[in-house]
């Protein structure tokens, strides 16, 4: 089995793939078995488009150039699933605020991605990772749209 379900917590079961992420897809497959039962997916994957330490809700969207997510659309037949897109790129202070400096060419965003976090940024990826419960919690309670409202902004 490419996937190791790790536990059931309120009501959500979270799975844990043992996959590559760019084969996310045939992994996801194996327990998400129709169109319909897609609907109720959610995807937790890190997100370079995003800030260190945000996170954004999104559904029924393009992978946005996200390997992994463009394997679960393929295998999946559908982007009807929700996402949880944590940010990772680090950012630098600018004349109008912050702006996100990301990595540039395929070898140094391989390494980036591949790379360990400082422990600053692990503390900062502990706090989103909470905000991301809550907001899994409120679309298991709601739904997507509400938590979306909620948690994006």
Do not use: C, Q
Not at 69 to 81: M, N, P
């Amino acid at each position: 089995m490419s996937y190791l379900v790790e536990k059931e917590i309120e009501g959500v079961k979270l799975v844990h793939l043992d996959s590559f992420m760019n084969k996310s897809g045939s992994s996801v497959a194996k327990v998400v078995k129709s169109k319909k039962s897609a609907k109720s997916l959610i995807v937790i994957y890190d997100d370079l488009d995003l800030a260190l330490g945000t996170m954004k809700l999104s559904y029924d969207r393009g992978s946005g150039g996200h390997r992994g997510v463009e394997s679960i659309i393929k295998a999946l037949g559908t982007r009807e699933f929700i996402r949880v897109r944590i940010g990772i790129s680090p950012t630098i202070k600018v004349s109008a605020g912050w702006r996100i400096k990301k990595p540039k060419g395929e070898k140094e965003v391989e390494n980036f991605i591949l790379g360990d976090f400082k422990k600053s940024e692990e503390e900062i990826l502990k706090k989103v990772f909470k905000k991301a419960f809550d907001a899994i919690s409120k679309v298991r309670d709601t739904d997507v749209y509400s938590a979306m409202t909620e948690f994006n902004y």
